[in-house]
């Protein structure tokens, strides 16, 4: 058997264990030929199906060539689910760089970058293959791709045909809900550091009793995986923003999705659709202080009531969010909640009051900082962007770097730049929205949610409730079972993939007074939000 004999058998047989695809090979036949080819040695190989066509000067004792051939025969060997051209082509370039060491996967990854870049998607999805196959890469090795490969098997027997953007959305929906099992000291780790980000080494080992030298491992193995996620951001309440929580639902009948009243408004962090009550809308808005560009979002109320679309508008005053990990099994590797003792818990703490007797959660209450200049918003509008070091800042903004440094000192003393950490990957793959303008009945939710996986927990000036909650499958129905009895019955709203907006802060430093501390309004009429607010009629 020659080389390529011997690559083109182990390659196909790879491919039938770990994906269950099979590729006759009795009447294959291995052709030099002058395969067209590009200036890219990838190019130099072929696989038609019935032929391995490949340039007579390919090397096949080289790696590199192997990696061709994985990457030839799984395009062809894919499940006729994935349709898409281009979809097929990433998904086999990444079978193909699992088959080189990490050096030659570097260069493997440049060939691929050049022949499908990333891309915005005209859904608003970016199409980014590499970063999420990296993802997978990280948390699951070879049986991830296993796992996505096996998934789009079984949607061809059911006749599914993905195209590109569908199988944008399928994987990146994979790639993040894809599960990683955590062990005991993980979880101590875990739970330490979301629950004191700035906690040092020193700190975790006091509460943990873990070696330093195991913690400093564990945290570096977690975040490779990203499974512990350690991130700084701007506190947008510090600076005069104002953040609030739309929930748009219908009311009326014929209202078939509430987009319509809030597509082209510049405040728009993030949005998602709610999934529970027809076809409603959940947005985050930051609207820099102003009188003038609060009276949009109350225009937006105001058409809502007119159309017969509930509107619950929220504006976060004190936040706090919780992660419990008391009802993750490490041998099993999933959560076993007790759905009937929370349930319990919710009849007795409204019927005897006894929400006030559970521990109290630690708020932020946000208060504006008024001494920032332009040069302060320069520097966190270039933070935002990903500029987070000194010596980054300071060759973009051509400031001296002791300038840039003290500023940076001030504004983390002073809670504008916070620091956080989140964990993702262990099955939490459900995420609600709990609400209720009962104050009672707010705090009886409130402290449930200290029972609950990860919670968000944000209150307003009059105290009303707006919680974000994360749980495993189906936990969303046992949470609405779980809290029935309390009343009156909050409001629960099942919440879809988020999509993140176009608000960046660099975007808005035009609009700061650093003479008087405040925002200005916006220059023009947001035309495009108006008209279609007006487009219901």
Known sequence: MTIIDGILHEIVEDIKKRFGLHIPLENVEIIEDDVPSSNSFTDTIRFTGTSLLYHKHVDFSDLFSKAVVAREIMQYALPASISDERARRDLAYEYGRQ????????????????????????????????????????????????????????????????????????????????????NSTEIAIIDTLVREPYASIETVNKRTGITKKWISETRRILKEKEQLYEYEFVSYAKIGIRVFQVALTPERTGITDCWYLLK???????????????KGVLATLCIPDNPRNLAYLNMMKETAARDGVNAFVFERYKASNNLNLTDYVPSLGKWEIDWDSIRMEASMMQRDALAKIYPEMTFS???????????????????????KTIRQLQRVLGLRISTIANRMRRLRTENVIVKRYEVHHIGLVEECIVYTTDKNAGECVSALGLRLPRTFIDYDKDENLFMRIRLPKGGIYAFSIAVEPIEPYPSIQLVGNRIWGH???????????????????????????????????
Not at 365 to 387: A, T
């Open 99 to 182: 088959v080189l060491s990490k050096n030659e996967k570097d260069h493997w990854t440049e060939i691929w970058v050049r022949e499908s870049p990333d891309e915005q998607l005209p859904s608003g999805i970016r199409y980014r293959p590499r970063v999420f196959f990296n993802l997978l890469w990280n948390l699951g090795r070879e049986q991830a791709l296993d796992g996505l490969v096996r998934r789009l098997a079984k949607m061809e027997r059911h006749g599914i045909r993905l195209e590109i953007q569908d199988w944008a959305y399928f994987l990146i929906r994979y790639s993040t809900e894809y599960e990683q099992p955590i």
């Open 503 to 537: 608000w960046r802060l660099v975007d808005w430093l035009d609009f700061w007074d650093e003479k008087l501390g405040k925002w200005k309004p916006l220059k023009e009429k947001p035309a495009s939000w108006l008209e279609s607010m007006e487009s219901y009629r």
């Open 365 to 387: 209450e946000f208060s504006d900082v008024r001494n920032l200049d332009r040069i302060d918003i320069k520097i966190l509008s270039e933070f935002e962007r990903g500029n």
């Open 264 to 278: 082209g408004c510049p405040f728009i962090f993030s949005r998602a659709s709610l999934l529970t009550r027809g």
